[in-house]
């Protein structure tokens, strides 16, 4: 099975909130947490759009493939709510 890892910014402290393409996601049943990165059992990709592609979107023709976005909503040193959004995913 493969695997996925989203490295959390240093920033991000506990306690913190997964969203995977908006949905919630649970510690221990959808990702669990090593050396810093969020871990998922399964494959994520983000869709990078090439030229072709965007200009084949620009005339209206759709071109879609998985696209997914991982972020953490989390409190700031100061206590502000924040959003690290889009985070990058790696293979496992």
Do not use: C, H
Request: charged share 35%.
């Amino acid at each position: 099975m493969s695997k996925s890892r989203v490295r959390l910014p240093r920033e991000v402290r506990e306690p913190y909130q997964v969203f995977l393409n908006g949905v919630p996601q649970e510690l221990g049943t959808d990702f669990v947490i090593r050396e810093g990165a969020l871990v998922f059992e399964r494959t994520l990709r983000k869709d990078k759009i090439s030229k072709r592609r965007w200009l084949l979107g620009a005339w209206g023709v759709g071109t879609y493939r998985q696209n997914d976005s991982v972020d953490v909503r989390y409190e700031a040193a100061d206590g502000a709510p924040r959003v690290a959004e889009g985070l990058d995913i790696e293979a496992g």
